[in-house]
Each structure stands twice: as structure tokens, then as C-alpha cells.
T-cell receptor
Framework: EPEVTQTPSHQVTQMGQEVILRCVPI?????FYWYRQILGQKVEFLVS????????KSEIFDDQFSVERPDGSNFTLKIRSTKLEDSAMYFC??????????????FGNGTRLTVT | SQKIEQNSEALNIQEGKTATLTCNYT??????LQWYRQDPGRGPVFLLL?????KEKRKERLKVTFDTTLKQSLFHITASQPADSATYLC????????????FGKGNQVVVIP
């Protein structure tokens, strides 16, 4: 079964550094998402992306965050200047293009970001 | 304020019994509700989706109900097995009809052999 893959599985960075988290969504999916989960907390929506632009973003997704689909397969999340509170598991997800709404999300296994 | 509430206490259940989890929400009017399974250190895995006009949905040993009057969904695992041990997440669309999901914190299930 096709799956969403994320790299790296674990990223350690120093406060103030830039990080790029990478994702390869399922190949025929057109809707892409980033969510995050702080340890012990709920999964939170960050941003959705369709047709090469942001569809929606949450209040968490401030100017320090950006997303990009640099080619036909990758989807990236960049954090420009990391803060300690950015430490979390970041999940990429994609959904079926045939269903614009209420389509199940297919999640990757996440990148654990640790900011020191 | 908007809330999605799931029981924070783990549910310990004997193998073969039915596990029932509750998801209550306030100040939402979702078009649908989804249930996911999450294992430690892994991403959520989709299980079932139920729409606002559906009362019940089944998939193999799983059953979900959705009561928009009570603002509640129940998730049942029948004939539970140790492999069902995981955290189960309830998720809904806070903005009617799109795919931006709001998740509950999850309810852990431990199936005892």
C-alpha cells in the first residue's frame, strides 16, 4: 500500500537555526498537510496546501514557517529560526484528490524535532 | 470555547471483550467525524469516517456511532485483541466541510491477554 514518507526521522538543532523537514506524499494525492504533536499533547493542524499554494493555515503557522513543493514529489516545511517551543513531532499528511472534503488523511511517521 | 474531549484515563480491557471509547465535542457543528489509531512514535492511521447524517458505521470489528444532538461519538472495538492496544484519536472538521481536522487528545486502550 502506498505511504507517506518523511525524512529525517529525528532532527536535533540549536535555537535560532533553520530546519527543513521533508515529506514525499502519496503519488496521486493533491492535498498536502503539516500537523504537529508536542509530546503528550494533541495533534494540531499547521497548514494545508493545494495547487501549489497554501489553502489554510493555523495561528501556529506564523512567519517563521513556510511550505514548498519544490518538485513533483517532495513537500517541505521550513522553520526559519527555531525556538525551544518548536520541539515536537511533525507529521506530513496527504489526501485523495477525488474527494475535496471529508477525505481520510494519510499520515507519515513523523520527524521528531528537538530544539536545544 | 471549542473542545474535543476524550477520556484521559487508559482503558484496560480483557482480550475478547468490547472496548468502548467516547468522544464529546462542544461548540462545533462538524460535517463529519473521523477516528484514527496512533501507536507510540508513529503517525495516526485512519480507521473510520462517519458523516453528520449517518448514525452508525462499521468496518470489521470496529463500529462508530455519531449523535449530533448529544454532540458525541462512540467508538467500539469488538472481540478485542492485544494487537488493538494503541491510542485512539477522534478528529472532526471545525470549519464545516473542509479537511482541516481538529483532534482530541486520544484515549489509550490496553488489551490484556
Amino acid at each position: 500500500e502506498p505511504e507517506v514518507t518523511q525524512t529525517p526521522s529525528h532532527q536535533v538543532t540549536q535555537m535560532g537555526q533553520e530546519v527543513i523537514l521533508r515529506c514525499v506524499p502519496i503519488s496521486n494525492h493533491l492535498y498536502f498537510y503539516w500537523y504537529r504533536q508536542i509530546l503528550g499533547q494533541k495533534v494540531e493542524f499547521l497548514v494545508s496546501f493545494y495547487n501549489n499554494e497554501i489553502s489554510e493555515k493555523s495561528e501556529i503557522f506564523d512567519d517563521q514557517f513556510s511550505v514548498e513543493r519544490p518538485d513533483g514529489s517532495n513537500f517541505t516545511l521550513k522553520i526559519r529560526s527555531t525556538k525551544l517551543e518548536d520541539s515536537a513531532m511533525y507529521f506530513c499528511a496527504s489526501s485523495d484528490p477525488a474527494q475535496i472534503t471529508d477525505s481520510p488523511l494519510h499520515f507519515g511517521n513523523g520527524t521528531r524535532l528537538t530544539v536545544t | 470555547s471549542q473542545k474535543i474531549e476524550q477520556n484521559s484515563e487508559a482503558l484496560n480491557i480483557q482480550e475478547g471483550k468490547t472496548a468502548t471509547l467516547t468522544c464529546n465535542y462542544t461548540n462545533y457543528s462538524p460535517a463529519y467525524l473521523q477516528w484514527y489509531r496512533q501507536d507510540p512514535g508513529r503517525g495516526p492511521v485512519f480507521l473510520l469516517l462517519i458523516r453528520e447524517n449517518e448514525k452508525e458505521k462499521r468496518k470489521e470489528r470496529l463500529k462508530v456511532t455519531f449523535d449530533t444532538t448529544l454532540k458525541q461519538s462512540l467508538f467500539h472495538i469488538t472481540a478485542s485483541q492485544p494487537a488493538d492496544s494503541a491510542t485512539y484519536l477522534c478528529a472532526l472538521d471545525p470549519y464545516y466541510g473542509n479537511n482541516r481536522l481538529a483532534f482530541g487528545k486520544g484515549n489509550q486502550v490496553v488489551v490484556i491477554p
